[in-house]
């Protein structure tokens, strides 16, 4: 199935951030066998770093501004646990932008932590959620006064970013701590165009995969801590519990590359690459009745142009619709696509030759399907946050039947039920499953979407 896909000759516009290894100089790549390494005398411990694994992760600290550096070879999503888990204890409060990876819910009922969630804005023009905003931090401050922290997902899939420096201040002015997923942003450090990353921003705690938008392997991802707040001893006793015992030298050998290639090279890369994307926009722009997200199209925030958000709805064309055609008319695989959109992941490894064959594909696709933007659902409305009955606690250890979606309005989910990707539940386990979200997920699912949680048979597990 890889072999075949290698065939197809793809230009890959998705994680991980290597694309096919063009972003890895070749000496990194010979060998590549002779690094899958076990812990013998001379390789140093992940659990006990001491050697060269250590003074990786301090080089890794010093590049992303942290006081110290966690390598991880689970992904962000074990270190988005570690987040949760070093910081709270069950029964704590933890407020939560609800625009959150599915990670994150898991990590709280791992943790046995309650959220208070916060929704963040809706952006009527793409579809999608925007940001979340310091005063609704504050006001969920204050009337919370007892949650540990604030956790927030920045840049969300589409590389919109919150303030987060407001966002920090307010946070630390009450006492608390702030956690950033920042799965999406392991390159905002490397360039001053792009919108600040969290460790400069002020966050205590941040995760990011590298595998996402650095020259790294699927499931290497970073843990920075900097912070007096965060008890560094009890979050590398976590780490030791959630990890693996044999962490893959592959993965953190590329941690270490990837962090000296972004040092290197970076910022210049990126620099490149930010013109050739607005290059390519100004094209289609002036060829195609296609939107590409940009900044004066949000209503709060900052957006990181490395993440090509395109508007195909604009031509009559779904997001699903639209990812379908391209990879099977013109052998390019987009990130992901929503009813109005698809998401392309670009990173220092793209120049102007994959743009150029992105672009020939839009033209095309506009040309050849020629439909007009009345024949698409242009108007997706926000979602209400559903209603919690069970906490996510109690909800672990509760007894389910399956039912028919269609049939389980006003029932409580075992389930979480998320468009994938981007993983960002619609409905959570605990919660209440209503109308709305019914006809919300058939409308995804009608129009080619993958929705995960459900069973072929679109049954869900609820709650006896
Ligand atoms: C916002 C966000 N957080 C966390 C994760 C989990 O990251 P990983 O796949 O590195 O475990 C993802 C994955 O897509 C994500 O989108």
Do not use: W
Not at 304 to 328: F, H, M, P, Q, W
Not at 389 to 407: A, E, F, P, R, V
Request: charged letters at 20%; aromatic letters at 6%.
């Amino acid at each position: 199935m890889l072999s075949e896909y290698m065939r197809s000759n793809p230009t890959v516009f998705h994680m991980p951030g290597h694309k096919l290894g063009r972003g890895i100089p070749d000496r990194f790549l010979e060998n590549f066998a002779q690094l899958d390494m076990t812990e013998i005398p001379g390789t140093d411990n992940l659990h006990f770093p001491q050697g060269a694994i250590k003074e990786a992760q301090c080089l890794a600290a010093q590049a992303f501004g942290a006081d110290q550096t966690f390598f991880l070879v689970n992904g962000s999503t074990c270190g988005v646990h570690a987040m949760i888990m070093a910081t709270c204890k069950p029964g704590d409060k933890l407020i939560v932008a609800r625009d959150c990876h599915k990670s994150v819910i898991h990590g709280l009922m791992l943790a046995g932590v309650e959220p208070v969630y916060i929704q963040p804005g809706f952006n009527p023009l793409f579809g999608i959620s925007e940001t979340v905003l310091p005063s609704q931090v504050a006001q969920t401050l204050i009337a919370n006064p007892d949650a540990v922290g604030v956790l927030i997902t920045r840049p969300n899939y589409y590389g919109i970013c919150s303030e987060i420096r407001e966002i920090a201040q307010i946070t630390h002015l009450h006492g608390k701590m702030l956690l950033v997923d920042e799965a999406h942003g392991a390159h905002l450090k490397f360039s001053e165009t792009l919108p600040v990353c969290a460790m400069e921003a002020g966050a205590d705690l941040c995760v990011q995969s590298a595998h996402k938008t650095l020259p790294a392997f699927t499931q290497s991802a970073y843990l920075h801590v900097k912070s007096e707040k965060v008890d560094v001893e009890k979050l590398k006793r976590i780490l030791g519990m959630l990890e693996t015992s044999s962490p893959s030298y592959i993965l953190m050998a590329y941690l270490d590359i990837a962090r000296a290639i972004m040092e290197a090279e970076g910022k210049q890369r990126i620099e490149a690459l930010l013109q050739s994307i607005e290059q390519f926009d100004q094209r289609i722009h002036l060829q195609t009745e296609l939107t590409l997200l940009k900044e004066g199209h949000l209503e709060n925030g900052a957006l990181d142009r490395t993440r090509i958000v395109i508007k195909t709805s604009d031509a009559g064309i779904n997001g699903y619709e639209a990812e379908k055609y391209l990879r099977e008319q013109y052998h390019v695989q987009v990130e992901m696509s929503d009813r109005k959109n698809i998401v392309c992941i670009a990173t220092v490894a793209d120049t102007d030759k994959e743009l150029l064959s992105l672009e020939k594909a839009l033209l095309g696709m506009t040309k050849e399907l020629r439909k007009t933007a009345e024949g698409t659902d242009n108007h997706i409305t926000e979602m209400q946050m559903p209603i919690q009955k069970i906490s996510l606690k109690d909800i672990l250890y509760s007894k389910g039947n399956h039912m028919l979606l269609k049939d389980a309005v006003g029932k409580v989910s075992l389930e979480m039920i998320t468009p994938y990707p981007p993983g960002i539940p619609l409905v959570c386990p605990g919660e209440v499953i209503t109308e709305e979200l019914v006809e919300y997920i058939y409308g995804i699912m009608s129009q080619g979407g993958n929705v995960t949680g459900l069973s072929e048979e679109r049954e869900i597990l609820v709650a006896e």
